[in-house]
């Protein structure tokens, strides 16, 4: 038997794991003795740091194994230091060479891509509960989910508005600013003294309760300026990053708040260099003319003081006598400067006062006590030399202000205007200060990098991307990082578990931010158009000769749209090319278009605690973040996305509700981590281990699978040369078959109907006549000397079917038949494997014969006691056009499936779906729609769900109602029974259907 450790696991590593792994164990049981990078190389004999970050990330990757990092700053430089968690360090490890079977080894990662998306945190503010983070990085490592992610990309809302002045905006600013904890030894500002006495001078046991919890106190204090904004973010942010792989880039995109601090910063730049115009410009003659003529009174009276002070026989007159008395003696000295001086100091008494007195009273304390005669001289010099120099600078300004004089005479400039006239008042209110183009420019750059210079203070290994630009776009690449050079590298074969494929990113924090700051639903559609911008205008004039690169190689992968925009979580998948409808040069048949590459537009959510966010409208709090919320569809989380190696894109939301209930379940693990590490008593350690394996348990994922398929249009024509509806829908069906087959499938509108009118079904004739393809294809297929028998069957065999399906079965009883043969089989392996299918009726159909319903039809193909045990739901259209029900979830205690086929599309069709159940106060879990042939996955309210796509290619009817053709396949919605708002979705589309239709040479 295995001797297991006190966590009852055993992890199996290589030999070198092995090594690695041990060395960690006797050097974590302390912070100060947790080796470094360097350390672990010279102990282990690795060449490089590179080959040492290597074998870490293979150590934390496996399971069970939990590699922390703790990091040491010295002035900018960050050490980090390596350790296991205390249940790591009980866990027995053996050889992997002791291993047989199945177990022997791990299987390889298939993930291309993955990206963590959080955006509008709120970091610094009321409306973020610090538990998101906590519960995030707990929810990311129990798992496994961290170890491959190479982009941590942080949309807007990091950093709070910090306003420098009040107005009612600003004072709502100020108010919703969070707290930040206080660091040992911190000692209380000058004005935070002086606001605890305003807050004791006034007689109010309401507020003397008030000020210590929801102001400051001995835990915590309010945030008050941009540095403890930016340690209030770090902290959040490093928490969440020391889960992440070191290679990960982390991006930065600025929001509105970013922007309004940075220009407070422009503002402040500006005002100080027009105040120090205002000094040296003066817009008005009169203004300048008393100036000069104070100032030549000012270089009058210094050039007499320095012919008092230059004249030692004089100051040896005015010198304090032993015996004298100090007001006798300041008399004295001021008669006889009055008889020197003449009336020219006399003349004003103000100057008279100032002249009698100064310089007396200089002299009595510089000639009087101890001091020496020597003394007394030194002094008087001292005094002489900055007489002097107040000479030479009155004088100076004089010589200035009277060139400034002539040059006013000449012309009068917008500086003399706006803040040296009337207006001065004005340009104070509308801070319309007097500023040069390039000085712009150079206060605009100099308060950017002023402002993004406190990312870089935040304890994280990973490399800190600032975007302060609207939109950014970017390209990922391997992610691995050469720590010799500092550069990122491709990677090499011997690190093929994290070679990832390339991506181009759009980051859009708002994309209306050139009309609006104001917060709005139509991201997805502004998305839209920003793709086929790219692909119509861009591809033309940037590209528009052969050799010079394929253009839709360097557009936009993913649009990533911030939380800003509003309108919860929705992804779109989106066509980079254009899609029509032609013939080949010198063909009668339609060009085969194959290998279309397919770009997702994802509008975020925010990750703003829900409950915070509903205590702030109800204390008023008017802003865009509660206007958001109150607007809905609303949702908070964070986003993981990621694809695999077969081009299938995947989406985890992460809702916040979730998240902080993990952040309370990471702070309890860390106590029993604590306890574990001061134990020594192997009985309580197995006892706190047993209960950090259960908390972690709690968080791990076990979801069921919801297939959203639908829009099959059976029996409508195929455009030749391109794939088949018939071919995607088996080779989606095999897909499932080899990932597993879902818990429930929802399917609508499966067949095309017969309906006439706009759609025309019964007269799309797109196959060629029996003729022309005898002579266009058969004769020369045959007469092919290149091909043998086979080659020459199968390519006859592919080509007739393409004409086969381009001719319209316009009979719904054909119809009906071709469900049978190719939807039939599959859904009776789900329902055999105790699987729900749900069959919802689609307009077409219904529209076609009104006294029928598809989905009750097509239903009475299967054994009735399926029907009767609920594992087959009819969601009819009786009495309309559409079917519409609701079924419960299996494995849950009363959460629902909603299904409609059609629903109203508003700014898009996922923000169509999720703005029509808040009106319709549905409460459904997961809800499934179709109709549009256009496929988006969302979340909002609680809902989450897919408008899957369809699988007819484009048809004449796409291009007439001005649309672009639909992505087709299929979407696998992902909920876990014991979550609340934890969700994924599978696309299955396009490109991983072609691949196996080639795979498996389907006909």
Not at 67 to 78: D, P, S
Not at 694 to 712: H, M, T
Not at 784 to 802: E, I, S, V
Not at 918 to 943: C, K, L, T
Request: aromatic fraction near 8%; proline fraction near 4%; glycine fraction near 8%.
């Amino acid at each position: 038997m295995d001797q297991r450790g006190v966590n009852g696991q055993v992890v199996h590593l290589s030999t070198s794991q092995h090594r690695l792994f041990d060395f960690l164990r006797k050097r974590s049981g302390d912070h100060h003795v947790a080796p470094t990078l360097a350390e672990i190389q010279g102990e282990m004999g690795f060449s490089s740091l590179a080959e040492t970050k290597r074998a870490l990330t293979n150590l934390k990757s496996v399971d069970g194994i939990d590699v922390f990092t703790h990091i040491e700053r010295e002035g900018v430089k960050k050490e980090p230091h390596y350790f296991l968690s205390p249940e790591t360090i009980e866990t027995t490890v053996k050889p992997r060479a002791e291993v047989t079977g199945s177990e022997s080894q791990r299987p390889q990662r298939q993930t291309r891509f993955s990206a963590l998306y959080v955006s509008e945190p709120g970091f610094g503010t009321k409306a973020y509960d610090p538990h998101s983070m906590l519960g995030l990085r707990l929810f990311l490592e129990a798992n496994g989910l961290n170890r491959e992610v190479q982009e941590v990309i942080f949309q807007g809302g990091v950093i709070p508005h910090l306003p420098p002045y009040a107005s009612k905006a600003n004072l709502t600013a100020m108010k919703f600013l969070g707290w930040i904890p206080r660091r040992p030894g911190e000692a209380k500002t000058i004005s935070e003294t002086m606001l605890e006495e305003r807050v004791a001078q006034i007689d109010d046991p309401y507020l003397n309760d008030f000020y210590p919890k929801h102001v400051n106190n001995l835990e915590r204090r309010k945030i008050r300026d941009l540095a403890d904004a930016f340690d209030a973010a770090g902290t959040e942010v490093s928490t969440l990053l020391r889960c992440i792989p070191e290679e990960a880039q982390v991006r930065v995109q600025h929001g509105e708040e970013d922007r309004k601090n940075i220009d407070h910063i422009v503002d402040a730049t500006i005002a100080t260099w027009a105040g120090e115009k205002k000094e040296k410009l003066v817009s008005d003659q009169k203004v300048y003319e008393r100036k000069i003529a104070a100032l030549e009174y000012e270089s009058a009276r210094n050039k007499f003081l320095s012919d008092i002070y230059g004249n030692m026989g004089l100051m040896q007159e005015f010198a304090r006598k032993p015996e004298e008395k100090l007001k006798a003696h300041q008399e004295r000295v001021s008669a006889r400067l009055k008889q020197l001086a003449g009336e020219t100091f006399w003349e004003e008494e103000e100057h008279g006062l100032v002249l009698g007195k100064e310089v007396p009273k200089y002299l009595s304390w510089a000639s009087s006590g101890k001091k020496t005669p020597e003394q007394y001289r030194g002094l008087v010099k001292a005094k002489l030399a900055k007489v002097q120099d107040q000479l030479r600078e009155a004088q100076r300004l004089r010589e200035d202000s009277k060139a400034r004089l002539e040059e006013l005479a000449r012309s009068v400039t917008w500086t003399d205007q706006l803040l040296a006239t009337n207006r001065a008042s004005v340009t104070r209110f509308t801070r319309q200060y007097p500023v040069n183009p390039d000085e712009v420019e150079v206060a605009w750059n100099n308060a950017k990098n002023l402002y993004t210079r406190h990312y870089f203070r935040w304890d994280v290994l990973q490399q800190i991307h600032p975007h302060p630009s609207a939109r950014k776009l970017v390209e990922v690449d391997s992610g691995v990082m050469d720590i010799s050079s500092g550069r990122t590298i491709r990677a090499e074969a011997e690190v093929e578990e994290i070679k990832r494929g390339g991506k181009n990113l759009l980051l859009i924090h708002n994309i209306r931010s050139t009309f609006s700051d104001a917060v709005g639903p139509r991201a997805i559609r502004d998305a839209k158009l920003e793709q086929n911008v790219q692909n119509m205008v861009l591809r033309k004039l940037f590209n528009p000769t052969e050799g010079s690169g394929n253009a839709i190689d360097n557009r936009p992968d993913i649009i990533l749209l911030g939380a800003h925009n509003g309108g919860g979580f929705r992804a779109m998948p989106w066509f980079k090319d254009s899609d029509i409808i032609g013939s080949a040069e010198g063909s009668d048949e339609p060009m085969a278009v194959e290998g279309q590459k397919i770009s997702y537009l994802v509008n975020l959510p925010t990750m703003q605690s829900i409950e915070r966010l509903d205590w702030l409208v109800g204390h008023g709090f008017s802003n865009w973040d509660t206007k958001r919320y109150l607007t809905g569809p609303y949702a908070s989380g964070a986003v993981l996305h990621t694809e695999d190696a077969e081009g299938v894109n995947k989406f985890l939301f992460m809702g916040n509700t979730d998240l902080i209930r993990f952040g309370k379940i990471a702070k309890e693990i860390e106590a029993y981590r604590k306890a574990m590490g001061e134990t020594k008593n192997a009985a309580e350690k197995r006892r706190l281990a047993q209960i950090i394996k259960e908390r972690k348990a709690a968080v791990k994922l076990d979801f069921k699978k919801v297939e959203a398929a639908g829009d099959f249009h059976l029996g409508a024509p195929d455009i030749m040369g391109r794939y088949s509806k018939d071919q995607f829908i088996r080779a989606y069906q095999q897909y499932q078959r080899e990932h597993g087959l879902p818990d429930v499938a929802s399917w609508d509108e499966l067949l095309h109907g017969v309906m006439q009118g706009k759609f025309d079904s019964g007269t799309r004739y797109l196959g060629l006549p029996p003729e022309k393809f005898r002579q266009s294809v058969v004769e020369p297929i045959l007469a092919d000397k290149n091909l043998n028998g086979d080659q020459k069957a199968y390519l006859l065999a592919q080509r007739a079917m393409g004409n086969l399906r381009a001719i319209t079965d316009h009979n719904l009883a054909d119809q009906e038949r071709l469900f049978a043969l190719l939807c039939k089989p599959y859904a009776q392996e789900i329902l055999k494997k105790k699987g729900t299918l749900v069959l919802a009726s689609g307009n077409h159909a219904n529209n076609s014969v009104r006294n029928s319903d598809e989905a009750a039809s097509l239903a009475s193909q299967f054994d009735e006691a399926y029907r009767d045990n609920r594992q087959l739901q009819v969601f009819s259209g009786k009495g309309s056009s559409v079917g519409v029900g609701w079924t419960t979830l299996p494995g849950t205690k009363g959460r629902k499936l909603f299904v409609m086929h059609k629903f109203p599309v508003r700014q898009d069709e996922g923000y169509g779906v999720l703005s029509h159940l808040r009106s319709m106060n549905n409460e459904s879990d997961v809800v499934i729609a179709g109709d549009r042939h256009q496929p988006i996955i969302f979340y909002a309210d609680g809902h989450a769900g897919a408008l899957h796509p369809g699988m007819e290619p484009i048809n004449t009817y796409v291009p007439f109602v001005g649309k672009q053709a639909g992505v087709r396949g299929v979407v696998n919605v992902l909920y876990d029974p014991s979550k609340r708002e934890t969700y994924g979705w599978e696309m299955v589309l396009n490109p991983t259907l072609e691949a196996i239709v080639k795979r498996d040479k389907m006909l």
